[in-house]
């Protein structure tokens, strides 16, 4: 075996590299909801609680997989449990290109189907986000695995970037071969870009499957069997034979403690390491980022792009995104898991109370694709890699699989609140606050026409005088039929009529009294992360433990000499 560490290092970096492509398929199926979803909204009439629960019905079943996860990882080895998720992501984004096989044909059987296999490859894409970081901190060496454990968020941010790619791809293929445009809903399904934008993924998970093949097992687990011997060679291959016997010795004196039961997570000591994971997934997602994520289409249609720029700007906002892993890669272990994360939190709170800000005076266009895109900055530094690299560290190896677990399953109950809320929140903030321009018109002269384009129509002639232009987002309360309230683009504007955009599904009405029709602003959403981005700030420096340099064995007994 040779002892010139750069063959080591190369060696490491490459299994990390293997196993991180597990977080490129977590990125890549989460990330193309949110190409795709703009197009289901359309195709199936849903409401905001629909299309929050569409979006995030994946998340679902990534609640229910670290639980699963932990068990599969201890008992057959990550490696295994990473093939396992690998079938089921396989099998739900097959089915979920098409739903009608499982269904009777109606609307709402469509979207059962749909959510339920979005639902089965969660579960992968939840075994994953146990196997995957778990293997990297296991098999990385101490002066390394800040980088090496943020290869798993680049891998998720290339994902995510992937992801509106192929789908701006498809899109655009459709578009010029088969004259598929962004405002129709093809009758012909194999015309629908949404149900190629899921099937891609079947492609991306062969190749993963392909290099876990050659993917050897983790040391750690390799001696939690007894495999010593096996364990030490792995070990040796990474940062060579003194480093190996040294780790193992730590290894063997972990593992001659008693096996850390459920209940050990809530004793003095290990709960405060809990705690602190905890809170790490909570920021990790109600910073900003990881909620708005799934819906920066959504938002870039608000500012005014159109659907395909709106997907294709998508791509641009990843690959900043990217850009700041690489810088995060590069600055973990120089700077530390604590400086970045206050620095990262205090950059968020300016920035989306920023965003917020143009939201409010309805500034539309390119400004805010530039917001959004520093919006990926503080995350991609360590506001999103930070969580899934410590939650891999902070735990003692007897119990790490039970605590990155219970952690990670957390982390997805953040991930399904904020996906499944955000609709909600945004919609909130339309009907109750108003943009700087305040165009609202109000009162028993509005009335609804089911035609084609619908359209909204105001008998006293007052839309043009109230400020409302083409390209607005309109909000509508109070109307009498519930498919009527709502928001809705406007594709052109008279005195007495709104034509809107698409397939809006309004139903005829006449006037009645309580109706209003405004352009809202999704303002509060972004005011409400920046108030988070405060006590993330605090959590950083008041709480959150420094494990820069040191060894898992260390730091896992450190919560036993603070109990």
Known sequence: MSSDPLPRLVSAYRLAFVASIGGFLFGFDLGMIGA????????????????????????????????????????????????????????????TAVPEVFATGSVSSTMASFNFFRFLGGIGVGLCSVASPMYIAEIAPP???????LMYQLAIVIGHAAAPLVAFGIVYYLRVSHGVTESMV??????????????????????????????????????????????????????????????????????NEEVGAWGELFKPGIRTAVLIGVLLTFFNNWTGWSV???????????????????????????GAMAIMTVASIVLMDRLGRRPLWMIASLMMAVITAATGYMFYKDVSGWPVLVLLG???????????????????EL?????????????????????????TLFPMITGYSQRHFLTAREAVVEGPAISFEDANPDAIVDAKGRF??????????????????????GTFAVAT????????EGTANLASEPATANTKVQVGSVAAAFYLFSGICILSFLFGLWVMPETKGRTLEEIGSSWERSR
Not at 194 to 221: C, D, K, N, Q
Request: contains cysteine.
């Open 395 to 419: 735990f003692p190896t007897r119990l790490r699989a039970k605590a990155v677990a219970l952690t990670t399953t957390v982390l997805w109950v953040f991930i399904f609140a904020g996906a």
């Open 143 to 149: 002066s390394k695995r800040g980088a090496m454990g």
């Open 186 to 255: 093809a009758e012909n399904p194999w015309y629908q870009p949404w149900r190629w934008m899921f099937f891609s993924e079947t492609v991306f998970v062969a190749i993963y499957v392909g290099f876990l093949a050659g993917l050897p097992y983790s040391p750690r687990w390799l001696a939690r069997k007894g495999r010593f011997a096996e364990a030490e060679a792995a070990l040796a291959s990474i940062d060579g034979p003194e480093f190996a016997r040294r780790e193992v010795a730590e290894i063997r004196s972990s593992l």
């Open 374 to 392: 520093l919006v990926t900055i503080p995350h991609g530094l360590a506001l999103g890699g930070i969580p899934w690299l410590m939650m891999s």
């Open 464 to 485: 043009i005088e109230a400020g409302f232009q083409p390209k607005d987002q309109i909000t509508v309360v109070g109307a009498a039929s519930p498919q009527n309230n």
């Open 493 to 500: 504007v008279e005195s007495g009529r709104i034509v809107l």
């Open 292 to 318: 708005i994520g799934g819906y920066i289409p959504r938002l870039l249609q608000l500012a005014g792009f159109d659907r395909e720029s709106a997907i294709g700007n998508f791509v641009a906002v990843y």
């Open 36 to 95: 795709a979803n703009v197009y289901l909204r359309d195709q199936f009439h849903l409401t905001d609680a629909q299309f929050g629960f569409a979006t995030a019905s994946a998340v679902l079943g990534c609640i229910l997989g670290p639980g699963l996860g932990a068990w599969l990882c201890d008992a057959i080895s990550r490696k295994r449990t990473m093939f396992i998720a690998s079938a089921l992501l396989a099998v739900g984004a097959l089915f």
